[in-house]
């Protein structure tokens, strides 16, 4: 059964409407074709119309959505002959960050992704995609590995941020995340990062430093979510949808900042609505981020990353 958020109870109501004469018609015989197509026409226009307005909280909502397609989603579909690779060769595996060796279009790549997991089961084993500093010195240790073989590395964040318990702390969680970063930015290789879902503080950007970052449309990626956000400055959860406007989370607003590379669209009503055309739509934007980066050596590569992120923030010259 799909699950729909709050703000899609017209679309809901509209889609239940159209099962229920469906079920007539199959029951009973009638020839009801005209009425579900005028339904049909109804909830497309309904659809189309509340994802056109869609507020920063709902933009939110949307990248959390349960049945959006995962990072091993994009891996299984995007990725052939995947070997993944295990372990940060210091403590242990962590599962939040997935990686391993494969082929994206015939060429051979490095790939990553922090996974939340599609149940209840796959949720728990992926620790809901926060990370543990083992989970970033996997990262370091296979982005550093795509440097040696000259390896290209495709990374798909999703991530409400690095976890936040005694342990990670205790094994340097934040000297973890920040030598991530500079595996991202010292990286010899190309680097493409795509914010598939929810894009949360340095958890996420310890996999995103890259030479293109692609958002998909109703992604979101920020400092801070937006309830911890209000949790600091308002001492109130309720106060969410206040934050996310102000934090500038989605992807319009970061293209407009600069801070991302280029929008991937998704199918009307999210990508949880038709994971395989989102997929396809992230493989085509990879590919073309991809290409004119290959052309450059190391040396270039390197340059270009340094100036790109050394832009961010700067004040255009008078």
């Not at 964040?157 to 000297?175: C, H, K, L, M, N």
């Not at 199918?267 to 004119?292: F, M, T």
């Not at 980066?293 to 961010?312: P, S």
Request: aromatic share 6%.
């Amino acid at each position: 059964m799909r699950h729909f958020l709050e703000f899609e109870k017209p679309v809901a109501e509209l889609e239940s409407k159209i099962e229920e004469l469906r079920k007539m018609s199959e029951a009973d015989g009638l020839n009801i074709a005209e009425e579900v197509a005028k339904l049909t026409e109804k909830h497309d226009r309904q659809l189309r119309a509340t994802y056109a307005k869609l507020t920063p909280w709902q933009k939110t909502q949307v990248a959390r959505h349960p049945d959006r397609p995962k990072a091993g989603d994009y891996v299984r579909a995007l990725i052939t002959d995947f070997t993944p690779l295990a372990g940060d060769r210091a403590f242990a595996d962590d599962a939040a960050v997935t990686g391993g060796m494969g082929r994206f279009r015939g060429r051979a790549v490095v790939v990553l992704g922090t996974e939340k997991g599609s149940d209840t089961d796959s949720r728990v084993k992926h620790n809901f995609g926060m990370a543990r500093p083992e989970g970033y010195r996997k990262a370091r240790r296979l982005i550093e590995l795509a440097g040696r073989f000259g390896l290209p590395v495709l990374t798909f964040v999703d991530t409400s941020g690095a976890f936040p318990g005694i342990d990670a702390e205790a094994r340097g969680q934040a000297e973890a995340i920040a030598r991530s970063i500079e595996a991202c930015l010292e990286a010899p290789v190309p680097l493409i990062a795509t914010i598939i879902g929810e894009g949360g503080s340095g958890g996420a950007i310890a996999l995103a430093a890259g030479d293109a970052v692609l958002m998909l449309e109703h992604a979101i990626y920020s400092v801070i979510s937006p309830e911890g956000c209000a949790a600091i400055l308002w001492k109130e959860a309720a106060q969410s949808a206040v934050a996310a406007e102000a934090l500038k989370v989605t992807a319009e607003d970061l293209k407009r900042l600069g801070l991302i590379d280029a929008i991937v669209p998704e199918p009307l009503g999210g990508a949880h609505r038709d994971a395989e055309a989102a997929i396809a739509a992230v493989g085509e934007a990879v590919a073309a981020a991809l290409s004119p980066l290959l052309a450059l050596d190391a040396v270039a590569l390197k340059a270009k990353r340094r100036e790109k992120y050394l832009e961010m923030g700067r004040e255009p010259a008078a």
